[in-house]
């Protein structure tokens, strides 16, 4: 019988199929963080219950942690109190933990993948949204509540409806200066933010094959951001070649055992999809959000839309431009900026920090624009030091900070002022997502980098070899 990708991963964990209900799904990884836990481990307490296999989970600290001055105590108590939570139920428990200092500190979707925590064919979880990440290598992967936190813990399983299936092909030669992040805000701008809404997605075509493999992640993370349960992207030579000798991957024996397996892991040529989607990926350009969602995302030469041409309510809209202080048909080029946010789970690596590095290159910050530059772990950290790219920012004007998610959510001290524009690599530009009042323009490494030494929205292919 002909399968997807998703059906080969989702059925091999099937536990157990409640009729007419959810199934059983066995999962392999279990990532947690210091927000998403507390209370899933206080029920476990609640019920004398112990973690049934704590060497699939894994703990890092992310939402909460400072970004600068992580040797010092950290001076939220809340924070405080959730990340001593944290340290304490992964000892008692016998869990990895990887906390503020440890070299292995960093963003929970970038750390899973640097170790190996990520695999083809697995099945994966977070108290994170964003999960979808670790889809990028053929995982099903997937972001779950507290109380299903709890229920992993205690039985390594978790009940779930099977999602219906998309698959979105994209061909064709990306043009200059457009990157994954600018691929995935032009789908989520076709699909709309609840275009995807009880699907999983798989990425085909040229496009995807043709990316790497942190190119992959950035799109995946996105899936959710147009209502996707999770996105994924069948395994190739790239994906086998990322994760070989990563810590937590098979060694000798076990690795060709598994790669057996893992060269299963594609579409069948005539299996059926609920749903298939194709675009020309030669017609995307450099991509900007200029509303409250995801969705509301145009290339950077075009104008802000009318409400006639828009999806969903007119009230609704507008109540979006004038939070943002735009109006329909705006140009978003030339619009002043105040501050930049280069990092997250979307766009927090290493590839990131080269792309930002480059343009920025020869160049200086506005001297008005405040710059957060946030590296999604230490090994990010220390690729940039190592590779150079740490004198090139410098030497522009820019400082780098400690990982964490920083001002994707401003859970932290990252906070962008009220009524101030940030233009931000994160995955989210909610009315207050990254503080009270805040007003964030969503977009690429590149397009971050080129508004970061103009002062302005601006087209960073006016910039590039200048």
């Known amino acids: 019988m002909s399968k997807t990708l998703f059906d080969k991963v989702w059925d091999a964990h099937v536990v157990h199929q409640i009729k007419e209900g959810p199934d059983v799904l066995f999962i392999d990884r279990h990532m947690i963080h210091e927000v998403t836990s507390p209370v899933a481990f206080l029920g476990l307490k609640n019920r004398n219950i112990k973690?049934?296999?704590?060497?699939?989970?894994?703990?890092?600290?992310?939402?909460?942690?400072?970004?600068?001055?992580?040797?010092?105590?950290?001076?939220?108590?809340?924070?405080?109190?959730?990340?001593?939570?944290l340290e304490k139920n992964a000892n008692e428990h016998g869990i990895s933990y990887w906390g503020l200092g440890h070299q292995k500190n960093g963003i929970v979707h970038v750390v899973g993948p640097e170790y190996g925590i990520t695999l083809p064919g697995a099945t994966m979880v977070c108290g994170d949204s964003?999960?979808?990440?670790?889809?990028?290598?053929?995982?099903?992967?997937?972001?779950?509540?507290?109380?299903?936190?709890?229920?992993?813990?205690?039985?390594?399983?978790?009940?779930q409806p099977k999602p219906k299936k998309m698959r979105i092909t994209l061909n064709g030669k990306l043009q200059k200066g457009v990157t994954p992040k600018d691929v995935a805000l032009f789908i989520i701008s076709q699909l709309t933010t609840s275009g995807a809404t009880g699907y999983f997605?798989?990425?085909?075509?040229?496009i995807f094959e043709q990316m790497t493999m942190e190119g992959r992640m950035t799109v995946c993370n996105l899936s959710i951001e147009m209502g996707a349960r999770g996105g994924m992207i069948a395994p190739d030579q790239k994906t086998f070649d990322y994760i070989k000798d990563r810590e937590f991957t098979p060694k000798g024996n076990d690795w060709d055992?598994?790669?057996?397996?893992?060269?299963?892991?594609y579409t069948d040529s005539d299996a059926q999809f609920d749903k298939e989607l194709t675009f020309d990926g030669s017609l995307i350009e450099p991509m900007i959000t200029y509303g409250t969602n995801p969705g509301m995302g145009i290339g950077i030469t075009n104008h802000i839309p009318s409400a006639d041409t828009v999806e969903g309510g007119a009230a609704t809209y507008q109540k979006s431009l004038e939070y943002m202080g735009y109006q329909e048909g705006d140009a978003l080029l030339g619009k002043k900026i105040d501050y930049v946010f280069l990092g997250s789970c979307t766009n927090g690596r290493i590839e990131d920090f080269r792309a930002f590095s480059e343009l920025v290159?020869?160049?200086?910050?506005?001297?008005?624009?405040?710059?957060?530059?946030?590296?999604?772990?230490?090994?990010?950290?220390?690729?940039?030091?190592?590779?150079?790219?740490?004198?090139?920012?410098?030497?522009?004007?820019?400082?780098?900070?400690?990982p964490g998610c920083s001002a994707c959510l401003a859970m932290n001290d990252d906070k962008i002022p009220a009524g101030k524009y940030a233009v931000s690599t994160s995955n989210r530009n909610f009315e207050g997502r990254q503080g009270p009042g805040s007003r964030t323009l969503l977009a690429s490494p590149t397009v971050a980098a080129a508004a970061a030494v103009t002062g302005k929205v601006t087209d960073p292919r006016e910039l590039m070899n200048a």
């Open 51 to 85: 973690v049934l296999y704590p060497e699939k989970t894994f703990a890092t600290a992310d939402h909460n942690t400072p970004t600068l001055n992580q040797h010092l105590p950290v001076a939220d108590p809340l924070s405080a109190n959730q990340l001593a939570a």
């Open 130 to 159: 964003h999960t979808s990440t670790h889809g990028a290598f053929g995982a099903i992967a997937f972001g779950i509540g507290t109380s299903e936190v709890e229920m992993v813990l205690a039985s390594q399983c978790i009940m």
């Open 201 to 206: 997605v798989e990425y085909a075509g040229e």
């Open 257 to 265: 055992k598994a790669m057996a397996y893992w060269e299963t892991l």
């Open 361 to 402: 290159k020869g160049k200086q910050r506005a001297a008005h624009v405040t710059a957060w530059l946030v590296p999604g772990s230490h090994k990010v950290l220390e690729a940039i030091k190592a590779e150079g790219l740490y004198d090139i920012l410098t030497a522009a004007g820019f400082e780098l900070r400690e």
